[in-house]
């Protein structure tokens, strides 16, 4: 590696804190988007999925739905789904329905408790219970 292309490679420290809690943020608000998708109907033939409160298809969405599957929160349903948008006018295009094909992400049963944030309250209530048994201990 040389010392230019290694420089490249560094980030830069201004604001990082406040930049990875708002990275976070957004990461939570994409896991809780995918949980209020729904199938609104299936279309025949084919068994063409219409999703209702579909997540945005852009790289930032894709780059948090990866970062959730890497900590194990989404996993792929299928890798091969066609895709297709609406007209503005909400009805079907003309021509070629699907225009991409990508996968469908499911939540896991860790991406429900990151969004309940249910970790969180395992961890407050050892802490209490312990908190009694000291007490406890303590009056004994």
């Known amino acids: ?3 230019n292309h290694s420089k490249s490679l560094e980030l830069p420290t201004e604001g990082t804190m406040l930049r990875n809690f708002l990275t976070e943020r957004r990461i939570g608000r994409t896991l809780r988007r995918l949980s209020r998708q729904r199938v609104a109907l299936i279309l025949q033939p084919g068994d063409i999925w219409v999703v209702e409160r579909a997540i945005s298809d852009d790289a930032e969405t894709e780059a ?3 970062t959730c599957q890497l ?3 989404v996993e792929p349903v299928s890798n091969a789904v066609p895709r297709g948008r609406l007209t503005d006018s ?3 295009p003309s021509g070629q329905l699907f225009d991409d094909v990508r996968p469908i992400y499911r ?3 860790s991406g429900w408790a990151a969004i309940n944030r249910s970790h969180m309250w395992v961890v407050l209530g050892a802490i209490i219970a312990l908190a009694s048994l000291f007490a406890a201990l303590a009056l004994r």
Do not use: Q
Request: proline share 0%.
């Open 107 to 109: 939540l896991t049963d």
């Open 1 to 3: 590696m040389t010392a």
């Open 90 to 92: 909400g009805g079907l």
């Open 71 to 73: 900590r194990g929160w």
């Open 64 to 66: 948090h739905l990866r």
